[in-house]
């Protein structure tokens, strides 16, 4: 049917002006993206710098969190990691630890927070090379080393810490949450240093895949990529060094 808008009587015009402007808005409405799932909404919400990508698959926080937990929970891996595997990782922790020394990233002053460091070995490996005032955070306490806390939300007021270490960036589910909680806990000038994989190595428990240093530059806002080197720690290959602005 073709409606002549000159040719009708003018006491219907605003009557098929509405009509015509409510079903534009119903058509355009039914066009957004449904929101059914956690997965979609962030994704699609944010913009992701590309060689990043958010895993899909989890319904929801809560799915994402149990998930993680029912590794780091598990009693027979916490048996291992506490006792084989214990002096062989602070060994190697405490060379990663010396080798930021010489380069001046850390000193037996800074005040030091682990980002995801489970049973804490990381921790205790700043405190062998002198690094006294350092802690962990993690979805499950192991005290002292270890207190619990969600790096989406970190347990610190802001501008806290000298360093911040941490080789869990691919278990972010909100990448961009887990940086900007790491610089509003940073003192201004302090430094962050992540181990991560930009090889694709596949961990079923990785809530993001990285494939470049560019989204972590574009994530990073009020730091600047200091350094980057390859590496060799627990599968992961790049070791970058950001330091927090002075303003
Ligand atoms: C691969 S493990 C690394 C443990 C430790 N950094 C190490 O190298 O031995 C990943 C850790 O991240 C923790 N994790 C995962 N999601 C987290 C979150 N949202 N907040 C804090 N920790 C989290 C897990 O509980 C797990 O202990
Ligand atoms: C956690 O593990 C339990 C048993 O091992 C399993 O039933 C459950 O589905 C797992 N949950 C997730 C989110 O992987
Ligand atoms: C830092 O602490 C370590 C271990 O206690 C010690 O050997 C080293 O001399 C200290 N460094 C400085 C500069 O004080
Ligand atoms: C750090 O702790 C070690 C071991 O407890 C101790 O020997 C050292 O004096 C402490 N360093 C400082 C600066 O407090």
Known sequence: MQ???QKLPLALKPFILSLFLSLSFLAFLSLQTPRHSLHKTTAKSTVLPSNLRIRPGYSSYDAYIEHQLNKTLNPKLRQIWTTRDWNRKVRVFSEFFENLKVRCFLSNDSKSLC????VGQEVAALKRVGVNDSVGIDLVPYPPLV???DFHHQPFDDNIFDLEFSNVFDHA???WTFVGEIERTLKPGGICVL??????RTDKYSANDLYSVGPLKELFKVSELVEMRRID?????TEVVFR???K
């Open 3 to 5: 409606i002549n808008f």
């Open 115 to 118: 980002v995801g460091a489970r």
């Open 147 to 149: 207190i619990k806390g």
């Open 173 to 175: 589910l909100y990448p």
């Open 195 to 200: 181990h991560v994989s930009l090889s694709g």
């Open 233 to 237: 720690g627990f599968g992961l290959d």
């Open 244 to 246: 927090k602005k002075k």
